[in-house]
């Protein structure tokens, strides 16, 4: 029987292990940090263990071995709803999470970015508020987590070598007088580091690194964490519910195990990392006639405050070849744009990051339900085309909300998510800016023709259990801790007070680091 | 609930069957042939080529492969890549009585429009057609595959000049900064190229 690599596996009644649901950035580094500190963990991951070397070099067949493909419904007048109506988001269903997926970028979050209620002051309608904690406070856990995941451009890591897609990026950014563009701070190596390749340029960031270059927990964090004898990983068993004692505090996991039966895993705390769709549902679904609301949520933010980043796409139509698909993904970032601006329109800022996709997923994403002559026109001049991403900060709102469905339920019979949303003013300002900006890179650059690309299924996924200093405002301290259930930790993206413009995943390790801490510590003194 | 078709099945990278006729009872085929200068050709087993279909008519096979050319019209396209979104459409037939309702009833629609035989209308006409039935369900399915199913293919991916899987070594030694038509970005910019 496979054993998925443990050296150690945990008795259902063992109630001194800290249970972590979800292997991806947030709970894989979580699960194997606690691990290396001696605390016994229990990682209870819903996706299968599909290792490097199964990986499909194809989209669709990839897309059907990685993502998370559970029903989900959506609600609110955001186009996804109308063109995607059952994915809502774009992640992974593996063990290693999104973090197989994810692209690398990893960028700090702005010390200004920490204040976003200070800095952009009241706009109606957004929820804003300063992060609970400051960049000073996190730039030694930044620093661990950059080294750790072999950021290149710290720790003397040179930069990746730029490839075509980078090319026309780099001409164009100089030429509209961008002064801050370059191949980024990336979890990719450029040179083999901690006995990882080096990168291969094959351009399947998405679809999964065979080579391993880029940092992804299911062949760094885990199996380091499983190495000590402290942490057992469980794939396939999809948490279900989580329960408590009647003095409130967690006790156990109920989750589905590969073969479908539900089985109780015992737990002196829990941490849930289920990215910030899934992490509000387990917390609603969980609710008692103690919580009759869901876990932790006496403030009622739980699932409020969605956010996705701005994102949108433009793409560059030029006379010659680009072949934009060779190479890592997000090859080039251009940073000029990450400031706060408000002459340009709106607060908050962006990041232009070159992304291809396949032909496959261009067809599919370029404008969903188009078809006729001018789409096929696009698809005929995809070896002429570069592309990039936009990632700016969208605004955190009340009635952007993941909630249960009424009436849809999944595979084991639980409520299904559903995703509510709608564009804040400031979004809409912002994307309009954006595309002008894209656009006007490519133009520099030479191009014959841009096309604007709305937003894809959401990636980063964010602020849905956010952390803030009052608890009547969020639902986690700054360690991620639950205000109402101290035993009760969120360990992802949910954490995200505000979105910032940065792509998140290097700062949800950093979190995840600074809250192994803070768990070791709360545990030694009995406090948890 | 019904999940929508736009993420539903992947599209098999198998293409099309050399033409030798299987004995498949109650269906229809389509066959064809790659153009002499066709650069599929090397791809294909081939010149000729043959769809068995387990649901669909050689009628409506042929007519839902006409009407996907206007769909997403590449000229210079094979006729053999259309035949992938044909077999996808035929495989949801065989496997769903209501998809092979709503295809049998396009089929019959566009027949009735082009008295008996859609397929002998002028291409004009055709193409007015097409869009004239965007709000059916034959539409919204036969888009929906074909967005797919057209361009998730190996003969695709060569016609549309995609490495698709045959990248899956790398482009570090082949290729991945290629470009010469705009000057390279200096060391800060761009780091360097590791040894091979």
């Known amino acids: ?528 | 609930m019904k999940r929508e078709t736009n993420i539903e099945s992947a599209v098999p990278l198998a293409g099309l069957k050399a033409s030798r006729r299987n004995l498949l009872k109650g269906a229809g085929m389509l066959s064809g042939t790659l153009a002499l200068s066709s650069t599929l050709a090397a791809l294909a087993p081939g010149r000729a080529w043959a769809l068995d279909m387990k649901a669909l008519s050689s009628h409506q096979g042929r007519v839902i492969l006409r009407f996907t050319r206007y769909l997403y019209p590449h000229p210079s396209l094979e006729d053999a890549v259309y035949a992938l979104v044909v077999k996808d459409l035929d495989d949801k037939a065989s496997a769903d009585a209501d998809s092979k309702n709503t295809l049998a009833q396009g089929v019959a629609q566009l027949d009735q429009i082009g008295g008996e035989d859609w397929l002998k209308r002028s291409a004009a006409l055709q193409e007015i057609d097409v869009a004239s039935m965007e709000s059916t369900n034959f539409f919204k399915l036969v888009r929906s595959t074909a967005v797919v199913s057209l361009y998730s293919n190996e003969m695709a991916y060569a016609h549309f000049g995609y490495g698709g899987p045959a990248g899956n070594t790398g482009y570090l030694y082949k290729g991945f900064n290629d470009l010469t038509w705009l000057p390279d970005p200096p060391p800060t910019a761009s780091g360097p190229i590791p040894p091979s």
């Open chain 1, 1 to 528: 029987m496979d054993n998925y690599g443990n050296t150690k596996n945990f008795s259902l009644d063992d109630d001194s292990v800290v249970v972590v649901v979800g292997s991806g950035a947030g709970g894989g580094t979580l699960a194997s940090e606690l691990a290396k500190k001696g605390i016994g963990v229990v990682v209870l991951e819903a996706g299968k263990l599909n290792q490097r070397a199964s990986f499909i070099p194809d989209e669709w067949p990839s897309f059907h071995q990685l993502a998370w493909l559970d029903e989900r419904t959506t609600s609110g007048s955001w186009r996804i709803a109308h063109d995607f109506p059952n994915l809502p988001a774009w992640i992974c269903k593996t063990v290693g999470g999104t973090s197989v997926h994810w692209a690398g970028a990893s960028l700090r979050i702005q010390p200004h970015e920490f204040k976003a209620r200070t800095t952009y002051g009241n706009l109606p309608g957004a929820n804003l508020l300063d992060w609970p904690l400051t960049r000073e406070e996190l730039d030694p856990y930044y620093a661990r987590a950059e080294d750790k995941m072999g950021v290149t451009r710290t720790n003397d890591i040179p930069g990746l070598p730029g490839n075509n897609n980078f090319k026309v990026m780099y001409a164009g950014a100089t030429k509209a007088g961008y002064k801050k563009c370059s191949t980024g701070r990336m979890a990719i190596n450029s040179e083999t580091r901690d006995g990882r390749s080096h990168c291969y340029q094959r351009g399947f960031c998405f679809q999964g690194c065979i080579f391993g270059a880029k940092w992804s927990t299911l062949y760094v964090e885990i199996p380091e964490g499983q190495a000590t004898g402290h942490m057992e990983l469980r794939p396939e068993a999809h948490a279900a519910r989580i329960e408590h004692d009647q003095n409130g505090k967690v006790t156990a996991v109920l989750y589905f195990d590969a073969a479908g039966k539900l089985q109780r895993q015992k737990a002196r705390a829990v941490a849930v990392a289920g990215n910030s769709i899934e992490t509000p549902r387990l917390l609603l679904l969980s609710e008692s006639s103690k919580y009759p609301a869901g876990l932790a949520n006496s403030s009622d933010q739980v699932g409020r405050n969605y956010m996705r980043h701005l994102t949108a796409s433009v793409y560059g139509v030029f006379q010659k070849n680009v072949d934009m698909y060779r190479g890592t993904t997000m090859a080039g970032i251009i940073a000029d744009e990450e400031v706060f601006d408000p002459s340009r329109g709106f607060v908050g800022g962006f990041h232009m990051e070159t992304i291809s996709l396949g032909l496959a997923f261009y067809a599919a994403f370029l404008n969903p339900g188009a078809w006729g002559k001018e789409f096929a026109e696009a698809m005929e001049a995809y070896s002429r085309t570069a592309g990039m991403w936009i990632v700016g900060e969208d605004m955190p709102q009340t009635t952007n909300r993941v909630t249960l469905s009424q009436g849809v339920k999944d595979q084991f019979g639980l409520a299904v998510p559903n995703v509510n949303f709608d564009d804040h003013p400031n979004d809409i300002a912002m994307r309009e800016y954006s595309y002008q900006r894209g656009e006007a890179v490519y133009m520099a650059a030479g191009a014959d023709k841009t096309y604007r690309v709305p937003p894809y299924p959401s990636t980063h996924n964010l602020g849905t259990c956010r952390m803030s200093e009052k608890p009547e405002d969020g639902v986690c301290n700054n360690y991620g801790q639950t205000h109402d259930i101290p035993n009760l930790f969120i360990s992802d993206g949910s954490q995200f007070t505000t979105g910032a413009s940065e792509n998140p995943t290097l700062t949800i390790v950093t979190l995840a680091l600074r809250q192994a801490d803070y768990i070791a510590q709360q545990m030694k003194a009995n406090a948890i």
